[in-house]
């Protein structure tokens, strides 16, 4: 033993050998595989459903990011031509080839993209990039790879540290543990809004239809989601919980496949959990497949425990890994600094991982004044906007404010001079009567989105929800 390991006090050096004790890295190399190509068809999916058209061609304005203001969308064959090396920079990670190289690719690809239009942002996207961006600090091209000519024995029986796969669980593990947190409140606890709207939405499905439009069937789902989401990923960590608990991952999401439309991330949370399991599960599932078995060595040779030593490397790399760590804890609770409810004025919303807690519909006219005349013009945002932007902008006070913004440069460029923007914005939160969300007087031109409370967002009504019964039979 090294005098540095002599050093080191006898609770940090287990906590060195926990985090760097060779792991296969069959389950690491299982889920680069299966994230490529789940990566690579969701792109060409977009595609070939006409949707770069719909959210990136058809738009003649974007929303921007306060801090990614200067994304341009490029001209059509240019966005067709990204979507392409995005989709095939996934392809080269799903088979290891040229890895380094295409995880970098694909997480910038894939994260400009989310930052050309705040109307595109999805909590599974963000989960996508954040994923990505673990991986392209992570050796996964260690085995299993084109690179690696599949399966050479030295591939075969390589190992990498722990730590590369706690990292990745603790990601998947925060976004349902913050999942369960924004589910923890009245709405969806003691209400069962927005999840009675949704299922009265679905009663003509076949067989199922008319028990959806039942009020105790929305409160069963809003409890069982909330338990499944609170607890899941404690079953998935327990060895002996952790193949029942997998079943019901394949159901819960199978089921949100069917009754939502949520894209990939019931298909991404699937694979993402596998993570959860022993690290050469899928060394020991492939000798099941004919053919395949002799070709796959064990991983049972013997491997020497991790040195329990803190070198400078492992020290900065556990202060660089710490900090992030804590960071996915602290981020999604910035909305607790704020007086309001999130799910209405929106602050802290973003990042948050507060997936399906709200249904949102609102109205929106603009009152465009001209100062040096006083006359007023209404505007709607459909002037500007295509449908689907407006669905999602509606509800959403900070982009209300940068599109009135807009409004008020497009008429100085048409030649009104200095010109006033005001709102009026009405919203109906989980089906709750609408409300006017933004204070009708307030200048819009005059409005800086920032950090601080914004106090120009009026107060959430205090009814309770709406609560629908079952549909009449007459």
Not at 69 to 84: E, G, I, Q
Not at 151 to 167: D, E, G, I, N, Q
Request: hydrophobic residues 50%; glycine residues 6%.
């Amino acid at each position: 033993m090294t005098d540095s390991a002599h050093s080191t006090p006898p609770r940090w050096a287990r906590l060195a050998q926990a985090l760097f004790a060779p792991r296969d890295f069959a389950a690491l190399a299982a889920f680069r595989i299966m994230f490529g190509a789940m990566m690579a068809y969701s792109l060409i999916r977009f595609a070939a459903h006409g949707w770069i058209e719909l959210v990136l061609v058809e738009p003649t304005f974007f929303f921007k990011y306060e801090a990614a203001p200067w994304t341009v969308v490029w001209d059509p064959p240019a966005l067709y031509a990204h979507f392409l090396v995005t989709a095939v920079a996934a392809i080269c990670v799903a088979l290891g080839l040229w890895y380094r190289l295409a995880i970098v690719v694909f997480l910038l690809g894939f994260t400009y993209l989310q930052l050309l239009d705040v109307t595109l942002y999805l909590n599974h996207y963000y989960l996508v990039v954040l994923l990505s961006g673990i991986m392209a600090f992570l050796p996964l091209n260690a085995g299993w790879s084109l690179d690696a000519r599949w399966w050479p024995s030295k591939v075969a029986r390589s190992h990498l540290p722990a730590w590369m796969t706690y990292v990745l669980c603790f990601q998947i593990a925060v976004v349902y543990l913050y999942a369960a947190l924004a589910k923890a409140q009245p709405d969806w606890l003691l209400y069962a809004q927005p999840m009675n709207l949704w299922m009265r939405a679905r009663t003509e499905t076949p067989i199922i239809g008319p028990l959806l439009g039942e009020l105790w069937v929305a409160y069963a789902l809003s409890w069982v989601g909330f338990l499944y989401d609170l607890t899941i990923w404690m079953f998935l960590i327990n060895r002996p919980t952790r193949a029942y608990a997998y079943v019901v991952v394949l159901i819960f999401h199978g089921m949100t496949a069917v009754f939502f439309e949520i894209g990939m991330f019931p298909v991404m949370m699937t694979v993402a959990t596998t993570l959860f399991f022993d690290p050469d599960w899928p060394r020991r599932a492939l000798r099941w497949l004919p053919g395949i078995k002799s070709r796959i060595p064990p991983s049972t040779e013997a491997i020497p425990p991790a040195e329990a030593v803190w070198t400078p490397r492992r020290r900065l790399g556990a202060t660089v890994l710490a900090t992030y760590l804590v960071f996915q804890l602290l981020f999604p609770l910035r909305h607790y600094l704020y007086p309001g409810n999130v799910l209405w004025d929106e602050q802290g919303m973003r990042y948050a991982w507060k997936v399906m807690v709200r249904e949102k519909n609102g109205s929106i006219t603009y009152r465009v004044t001209v100062r040096s005349t006083g006359r007023t013009y209404e505007v709607t945002p459909l002037d500007y906007l295509t449908w689907r932007q407006y669905s999602d902008m509606s509800g959403q006070p900070d982009l209300i404010v940068q599109l009135g913004k807009h409004i008020a440069g497009d008429f100085q460029r048409r030649g009104f001079g200095d010109v006033a923007v005001r709102v009026d914005a009405w919203v109906s939160l989980n089906g709750r009567k609408p409300a006017r969300l933004i204070d009708p007087d307030v200048d819009l031109t005059g409005i800086n989105i920032d950090w601080r409370p914004a106090e120009w967002i009026l107060p959430m009504p205090n009814e309770p929800p709406i609560q629908l019964t079952k549909l009449s039979t007459r």
